[in-house]
């Protein structure tokens, strides 16, 4: 009879806890689904937090480039649209309790 591979959290029965060795294989089984979910966010936060300092800095270039006459106002509004106008209001605003608004969310 073949054994089957524990990998995922669904593969655990109450009835394998009794046993010392099963309940330590699905204690590494836990501890490396935890460590593989947290890398992932921590990986998806600090996208998140690039693309908001790319967003930064690319307006504050252009009010940088407007303010020392590089750029016209027509130039520094047409640059100012490629950019999302709700994404860019969520970071002017900062955080708040509310995640996403009711527009961002449909």
């Known amino acids: 009879m073949k054994t089957k591979h524990i990998r995922y959290f669904g593969d ?20 490396n689904t935890y460590k593989k979910q ?28 407007k303010r020392i006459n590089m750029i016209s106002e027509n130039a520094q509004h047409m640059l100012d649209g490629t950019i999302a106008e709700d994404i860019f209001n969520k970071i002017q605003r900062g955080r708040k309790k509310e995640k996403y608004s009711a527009e961002l969310r449909r």
């Open 12 to 31: 655990i029965r109450y009835t394998d806890l009794e046993n010392p060795l099963k309940r330590l294989i699905f204690w590494k089984v836990i501890q």
């Open 38 to 65: 947290r890398k992932t966010i921590d990986c998806l936060r600090a996208k998140t937090r690039r693309q908001a300092n790319k967003i930064w800095s690319l307006q504050l270039l252009t009010n940088h480039l």
